[in-house]
C-alpha cells in the first residue's frame, strides 16, 4: 500500500529518505491554514515543527490521517484534543533536540552576561568602545531553573560546571529527585526571590502562562535576568520590556516569542534584550535526530504498529507489546459481546484485571481502551481507536474504571468487563491460555469456553426439558447452520444460559420467533 505523507515544515533530509522508502513525501513549507485544509485530505500522514499551526479546522478535513508527527518536544501548535476525538496518533520526537536547546541557552546566558551580540554590533560598525561592555560573572550566582524536565536539567548540569547554584521549581519532581541532581526544589515564589538568572523549560500550558508577569517580576531580585528558550508565552512579553526599560530586570534573552514570528516585538527596541529566532532546537545534529525518530515512527504507524513516543495514546514498551497484545484482543472482544448483550444506556465500564495481569498493571491502559473501543464500535458510526476510545466515552457520558484483585478464579490470568447500564449491568471474563488463545469463560454468573469470534446467539432459559430442542429446530427451519453449542447453568431446575455459534447472520424475526419458545427467557443475536 502506497501511503501519502505531507511534511509542512522544514524536516532533515535524513527523516525524507527513511519516509521516501515507504510513501510518497510531499514537501510543502510555509502553507496557510486554508490551503493546508484544502489539500490535508489527501494524506494519511503530516509532519510538522513549530512553523505550522495544526488547528481543529485542518484536522476535521484530514479524513484519511492516522498520524501527525511533531520533529521536535513541544506539541502546542497542535490541536491534540481533535485529533485524539479523530482517532489520530500525535507523536513527537522529544529527546532529540535536549542538548540543543540546552546548549542554546547556555550560549544565551553567556551573551547576555558578557552583552556579546551588543558587542559584535559596535566593533563592526567601526568602535572600540570596551568599558561600554562591562559583563557580570556567573561564578557563584544563583540559576532559578523553572521546569526541571529533559532541557532543565541539562542546564542545570552545565551551571554547575560554571560554579553556580543550582536551584528549580518544578510541581511534579520530588526534593529527593532534585537532590541527585544538586539542585534544591523551592516553591515558584522562593525560586523568584533568591535567583540571580531565571531561566524556563515548561511546556506551555495554562499554568505556566504568563508565569513571568509584572507582579512576579516585582518580587524578584533587582538586576535579575531572564531567558526563555522554551515557549513564548510563559513571558508576558511586554512586562519584561517595561521590566528591562526600568532597569529591574537587567537583561532578557529570549527565543521563542507569543506570537511567531513576532511583529513589532517591545522587545526589539532594548539593547540590554538578546533575540533568537526560535533557535533552539537548530542544530545539525538535532535536526537529524529528531527528523529520523519521527519518520520511523510515522512508518510504524502506516504499517498498523505503535509509535515509540505517543503524546495522546498509551504508551506500551516495546519489550512488553507482544505480551499484552493477546489480552487487548480479548478486551475488545469482550467489548464488543457486552455491548450487543446489555439493554439501556451505558453509564459505567469496569474492567477488573487479575492474575498475572496484576504484575503489568503498569501497562492495561491500552488493553481497557481496546475493551471501550469493542463496546462503542457496535453502537457508533465513527472509527474508535486506542487515541480516542476513553475519550470518546467519556463525552458521551460513560465513567471507566481500571481496577486489580487478588480474586482470579483459578485462572492464571482473568480479565472481567462489567458495563453498567440504565437498566441493569452485565460482567463478561475472559482469559488468555498459553501464549494467545483467547476464551470467554464467563457471562455472568454462568462459565463457558467461548471461542470469541464470528456470529452467536445467546439465550436464557428455564432449565428445563424441551426448550433447547425447539430453539435450535427455529433456526434449523430458517436454514441457519449451528457450528457448536454450549450451555450453563449454576444450579439444576434454575436459569440457564446457552451460547450457539451460527455460520450466518440471524434476521430479526428469527430472533422474534426464538424469543416466542416457551422457557425462553431472552435471546440475543451478536457478532464478535
Ligand atoms: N527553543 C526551542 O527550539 C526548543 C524548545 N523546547 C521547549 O522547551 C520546553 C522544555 O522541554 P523539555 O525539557 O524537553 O520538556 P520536559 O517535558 O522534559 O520538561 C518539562 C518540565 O516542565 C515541568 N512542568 C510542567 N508543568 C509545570 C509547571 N506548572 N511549573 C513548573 N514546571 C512544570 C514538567 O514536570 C517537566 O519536568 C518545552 O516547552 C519545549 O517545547 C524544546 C526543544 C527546543
Ligand atoms: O522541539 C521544540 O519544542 C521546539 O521548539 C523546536 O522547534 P522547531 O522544531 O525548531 O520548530
Same mark, same amino acid.
Given at each position: 500500500?502506497?501511503?501519502?505523507?505531507?511534511?509542512?515544515?522544514?524536516?532533515?533530509?535524513?527523516?525524507?529518505?527513511?519516509?521516501?522508502?515507504?510513501?510518497?513525501?510531499?514537501?510543502?513549507?510555509?502553507?496557510?491554514?486554508?490551503?493546508?485544509v484544502?489539500?490535508?485530505?489527501?494524506?494519511?500522514?503530516?509532519?510538522?515543527?513549530?512553523?505550522t499551526?495544526?488547528?481543529?479546522?485542518?484536522?476535521?478535513?484530514?479524513?484519511?490521517?492516522?498520524?501527525?508527527?511533531?520533529?521536535?518536544?513541544?506539541?502546542?501548535?497542535?490541536?491534540?484534543?481533535?485529533?485524539?476525538?479523530?482517532?489520530?496518533?500525535?507523536?513527537?520526537?522529544p529527546?532529540?533536540?535536549?542538548?540543543?536547546?540546552?546548549?542554546?541557552?547556555?550560549?544565551?546566558?553567556?551573551?547576555?552576561?558578557?552583552?556579546?551580540?551588543?558587542?559584535?554590533?559596535?566593533?563592526?560598525?567601526?568602535?572600540?568602545?570596551?568599558?561600554?561592555?562591562?559583563?557580570v560573572?556567573m561564578?557563584?550566582?544563583t540559576?532559578?531553573?523553572?521546569?526541571?524536565?529533559?532541557?532543565?536539567?541539562?542546564?542545570?548540569?552545565?551551571?554547575?560546571?560554571?560554579?553556580?547554584?543550582?536551584?528549580?521549581?518544578?510541581?511534579?519532581?520530588?526534593?529527593?529527585?532534585?537532590?541527585?541532581?544538586?539542585?534544591?526544589?523551592?516553591?515558584?515564589?522562593?525560586?523568584?526571590?533568591?535567583?540571580?538568572?531565571?531561566?524556563?523549560?515548561?511546556?506551555?500550558?495554562?499554568?505556566?502562562?504568563?508565569?513571568?508577569?509584572?507582579?512576579?517580576?516585582?518580587?524578584?531580585?533587582?538586576?535579575?535576568?531572564?531567558?526563555?528558550?522554551?515557549?513564548?508565552?510563559?513571558i508576558?512579553?511586554?512586562?519584561? !520590556?517595561?521590566? =528591562? /526599560?526600568?532597569?529591574?530586570?537587567?537583561?532578557? @534573552?529570549?527565543?521563542?516569542? #507569543? %506570537?511567531?514570528?513576532?511583529?513589532?516585538?517591545?522587545?526589539?527596541?532594548?539593547?540590554?534584550?538578546?533575540?533568537?529566532p526560535?533557535?533552539g532546537?537548530?542544530?545539525?545534529?538535532?535536526?537529524?535526530?529528531?527528523?529520523?525518530?519521527i519518520?520511523?515512527?510515522?512508518?510504524?504507524?502506516?504499517?498498523?504498529?505503535?509509535?515509540?513516543?505517543?503524546?495522546?495514546?498509551?504508551?506500551?514498551?516495546p519489550?512488553?507489546?507482544?505480551?499484552?497484545?493477546?489480552?487487548?484482543?480479548?478486551?475488545?472482544?469482550?467489548?464488543?459481546?457486552?455491548?450487543?448483550?446489555?439493554?439501556?444506556?451505558?453509564?459505567?465500564?469496569?474492567?477488573t484485571?487479575?492474575?498475572?495481569?496484576i504484575?503489568m498493571?503498569?501497562?492495561?491502559?491500552?488493553?481497557?481502551?481496546?475493551a471501550?473501543?469493542?463496546?462503542?464500535?457496535?453502537i457508533?458510526?465513527?472509527?474508535?481507536?486506542?487515541?480516542? !476510545?476513553?475519550? =470518546? /466515552?467519556?463525552?458521551?457520558?460513560?465513567?471507566? @474504571?481500571?481496577?486489580?484483585? #487478588? %480474586?482470579?478464579?483459578g485462572?492464571?490470568?482473568?480479565?472481567?468487563?462489567?458495563?453498567?447500564?440504565?437498566?441493569?449491568?452485565?460482567?463478561?471474563?475472559?482469559s488468555?491460555?498459553?501464549?494467545?488463545?483467547?476464551?470467554?469463560?464467563?457471562?455472568?454468573?454462568?462459565?463457558?469456553?467461548?471461542?470469541?469470534?464470528?456470529?452467536?446467539?445467546?439465550?436464557?432459559?428455564?432449565?428445563?426439558?424441551?426448550?433447547?430442542?425447539p430453539?435450535?429446530?427455529?433456526?434449523?427451519?430458517?436454514?441457519?447452520?449451528?457450528?457448536?453449542?454450549q450451555v450453563?447453568?449454576?444450579?439444576?431446575?434454575?436459569?440457564?444460559?446457552?451460547?450457539?455459534?451460527?455460520d450466518?447472520?440471524?434476521?430479526?424475526?428469527?430472533?422474534?420467533?426464538?424469543?416466542?419458545?416457551?422457557g425462553?427467557?431472552?435471546?440475543t443475536?451478536?457478532?464478535?
Amino acid at each position: 500500500m502506497n501511503y501519502n505523507v505531507l511534511v509542512s515544515d522544514p524536516l532533515a533530509e535524513e527523516g525524507i529518505e527513511i519516509l521516501r522508502q515507504f510513501c510518497t513525501v510531499d514537501e510543502k513549507i510555509g502553507l496557510s491554514e486554508d490551503e493546508l485544509v484544502a489539500i490535508i485530505g489527501e494524506y494519511d500522514a503530516l509532519i510538522v515543527r513549530s512553523g505550522t499551526e495544526v488547528t481543529a479546522r485542518v484536522i476535521e478535513a484530514a479524513s484519511k490521517m492516522k498520524y501527525i508527527g511533531r520533529a521536535g518536544a513541544g506539541v502546542d501548535n497542535i490541536d491534540t484534543d481533535a485529533a485524539t476525538r479523530k482517532g489520530i496518533i500525535v507523536a513527537n520526537a522529544p529527546e532529540g533536540n535536549t542538548l540543543a536547546a540546552t546548549e542554546h541557552t547556555m550560549a544565551m546566558m553567556l551573551s547576555l552576561a558578557r552583552r556579546i551580540p551588543s558587542a559584535n554590533v559596535s566593533l563592526k560598525k567601526g568602535e572600540w568602545k570596551r568599558s561600554r561592555f562591562i559583563g557580570v560573572e556567573m561564578n557563584e550566582k544563583t540559576l532559578g531553573v523553572v521546569g526541571f524536565g529533559r532541557i532543565g536539567r541539562e542546564v542545570a548540569k552545565r551551571a554547575q560546571s560554571f560554579n553556580m547554584r543550582v536551584v528549580a521549581y518544578d510541581p511534579f519532581i520530588t526534593p529527593e529527585r532534585g537532590a541527585q541532581f544538586g539542585v534544591e526544589m523551592m516553591t515558584v515564589e522562593d525560586l523568584f526571590k533568591v535567583a540571580d538568572v531565571i531561566t524556563v523549560h515548561t511546556p506551555l500550558i495554562k499554568e505556566t502562562t504568563h508565569l513571568i508577569n509584572t507582579d512576579s517580576i516585582a518580587t524578584m531580585k533587582d538586576g535579575v535576568r531572564i531567558i526563555n528558550c522554551a515557549r513564548g508565552g510563559i513571558i508576558d512579553e511586554n512586562a519584561l !520590556a517595561a521590566a =528591562v /526599560a526600568s532597569g529591574k530586570v537587567a537583561g532578557a @534573552a529570549i527565543d521563542v516569542f #507569543e %506570537e511567531e514570528p513576532p511583529t513589532n516585538s517591545p522587545l526589539f527596541d532594548l539593547d540590554n534584550v538578546i533575540v533568537t529566532p526560535h533557535l533552539g532546537a537548530s542544530t545539525v545534529e538535532a535536526q537529524k535526530n529528531v527528523a529520523e525518530s519521527i519518520a520511523h515512527q510515522c512508518i510504524d504507524v502506516l504499517k498498523g504498529g505503535a509509535a515509540k513516543y505517543v503524546v495522546n495514546a498509551p504508551m506500551i514498551p516495546p519489550e512488553l507489546q507482544e505480551t499484552i497484545e493477546p489480552y487487548a484482543r480479548l478486551a475488545e472482544k469482550m467489548g464488543r459481546l457486552a455491548s450487543q448483550v446489555v439493554d439501556g444506556a451505558i453509564t459505567k465500564v469496569e474492567v477488573t484485571y487479575a492474575g498475572d495481569l496484576i504484575d503489568m498493571r503498569q501497562n492495561l491502559k491500552m488493553v481497557t481502551r481496546m475493551a471501550i473501543k469493542g463496546i462503542l464500535d457496535p453502537i457508533l458510526q465513527m472509527p474508535i481507536n486506542i487515541v480516542n !476510545a476513553e475519550f =470518546v /466515552a467519556r463525552e458521551r457520558g460513560i465513567a471507566v @474504571a481500571e481496577t486489580t484483585t #487478588e %480474586e482470579s478464579h483459578g485462572f492464571k490470568n482473568l480479565i472481567s468487563l462489567t458495563i453498567r447500564t440504565t437498566k441493569g449491568e452485565e460482567t463478561i471474563s475472559g482469559s488468555v491460555f498459553g501464549k494467545n488463545r483467547v476464551r470467554i469463560v464467563a457471562i455472568g454468573e454462568f462459565t463457558m469456553d467461548l471461542i470469541p469470534a464470528g456470529s452467536i446467539v445467546i439465550s436464557h432459559h428455564i432449565d428445563k426439558p424441551g426448550v433447547i430442542g425447539p430453539t435450535a429446530t427455529v433456526l434449523g427451519r430458517n436454514n441457519i447452520n449451528i457450528g457448536g453449542m454450549q450451555v450453563g447453568r449454576v444450579k439444576a431446575g434454575d436459569e440457564a444460559i446457552m451460547v450457539l455459534n451460527v455460520d450466518s447472520e440471524v434476521p430479526d424475526a428469527v430472533m422474534e420467533e426464538m424469543r416466542s419458545v416457551p422457557g425462553i427467557i431472552s435471546a440475543t443475536f451478536a457478532t464478535l
